[in-house]
């Protein structure tokens, strides 16, 4: 085996924050995304698993890919994935119910899919007695009514390893949903890297949406934010620098290495030194890290709570208008400054009572509407664009968040 190092590691982090070689997907505008879904019973509230009871999550999906002629992809003793055209159906650890989207060239054809799709899974869920919540936590059960429904070793040995160091991780693992908007790197991806890394807290705190954990307010605007930036320190958060490259790559060695078969949990800056890391390792080990946006071929944000399909309109052109539009990416950069860890914490906790957090939420709002305009309606129709409009009005102008009611 040949030996992996420190120089193959910065290559690697490097490449992960080049601009494309072509030129027209520098300048794309693609966007996906992915939300999950907590499925309960809608008589008890109980949560339904994914392989077990009746109905199961698998039951639901079957019947919605019977309904639809969805493609099963088994996965051993696991619960199997569907695939279809617009998208791809996944189980999380603790039997949430992802949808995630095909790649699409415009956010109003995004949003069109998402919607349908979570409609048709919605009706199938309900014809059955489930309820699909779009929250961030699941607030009523308790983690030990919710077990680990994925036993690929990827996941018995994060449960581990999240067991021995606080209660925080399985929770993440079992009990949070979210939604993940995907974009483009763009032309200068160091640049939009720090663009999103500042505005992760705003996307917190706008789309905070998981008040109450086990029946009970939790005193966090967004509950699962405050599990996430306690699940693991070396993984979580910021990991922003004038040098991205360096400091993700820091980031990146200094993390704890989660699957390891001898559950060592060395950090990988030790495994280079010892000489027992590889590419391999490596490439896994990055997938481990759970930072609020994670470079890839793209830049995943993962900083909001899973929210009504009804609410996707907002997010998708609160992102793609500030993000897609170089004359707003570059007002907002100015307008936001360094990423603040400091700020993501007091994002989830009070959301838009902050007043600093509700005054620059606003003006965010005005930029990303200014940058939908500027889109165009082939990229983003008025409807959707008017349906994002009266989400800031009941919620982001008022200094609300959907954690408010």
């Not at 992915?34 to 999550?57: D, W, Y």
């Not at 890839?296 to 309109?313: K, T, V």
């Not at 983003?380 to 009266?390: G, M, N, V």
Request: hydrophobic share 40%; charged share 25%; with cysteine.
């Amino acid at each position: 085996m040949t030996a992996f190092t420190m120089e193959r590691a910065r290559e690697s982090i490097r490449e992960l924050f080049l601009a494309a070689e072509d030129e027209s997907r520098r300048k794309s505008k693609a966007i996906g995304a992915e939300l999950e879904m907590i499925p309960v019973c809608a008589r008890t509230g109980q949560r339904v698993l994914a392989q077990t009871g009746t109905p199961s999550g698998t039951a639901l999906a079957r019947a919605i890919a019977d309904d639809f002629g969805w493609t099963e992809e088994e996965m051993g003793s696991d619960p199997s994935c569907w695939n279809f055209p617009e998208g791809r159906l996944t189980f999380e650890p603790g039997g949430q119910i992802e949808l995630s989207s095909a790649v699409f060239s415009s956010a109003s054809q995004l949003i069109d899919s998402m919607q349908r799709w979570t409609a048709a899974l919605g009706s199938v869920a309900t014809r059955h007695g489930v309820e699909l919540l779009t929250r961030g936590i699941d607030a009523r059960n308790p983690i030990d009514r919710v077990p680990l429904q994925l036993h690929r070793e990827r996941y018995e040995a994060m449960t581990r390893y999240f067991e021995s160091i606080g209660p925080y991780g399985v929770v993440m693992m079992r009990q949070t949903a979210s939604l993940q908007i995907n974009v483009d790197r763009g032309e200068n991806p160091p640049d939009r890297w720090r663009l999103l890394n500042a505005l992760a807290p705003y996307l917190v705190a706008i789309f905070a949406n998981s008040p109450r954990y086990e029946a009970a307010p939790t005193g966090h605007k967004s509950y699962r934010a405050h599990v996430w930036r306690n699940l693991d320190p070396h993984r979580t958060g910021l990991p922003y620098g004038d040098d991205v490259v360096q400091h993700y790559m820091d980031f990146a060695l200094d993390a704890p290495v989660i699957l390891d078969r001898e559950d060592r949990h060395s950090s990988f800056r030790a495994l280079i030194a010892d000489g027992s890391a590889s590419e391999e390792m490596w490439e896994v080990h990055l997938s481990t890290l759970f930072p609020e946006i994670r470079p890839r071929e793209y830049f995943e944000i993962r900083s909001l709570d899973a929210n009504s399909p009804n609410h996707l309109p907002a997010a998708i052109c609160l992102v793609a208008g500030i993000v897609y539009v170089e004359e707003f990416a570059f007002a907002a950069a100015r307008l936001l400054g360094t990423p603040d860890p400091g700020l993501l914490s007091r994002a989830g906790e009070t959301g838009l009572t902050d007043p600093h957090l509700r005054k620059m939420a606003i003006r965010l709002v005005e930029l990303a509407l200014g940058g939908c305009a500027a889109l165009g309606q082939a990229y983003l129709a008025p409807s959707h664009i008017e349906s994002a409009k009266l989400f800031f009005e009941r919620y982001t102008l008022r200094g609300c968040s959907p954690a408010d009611g």
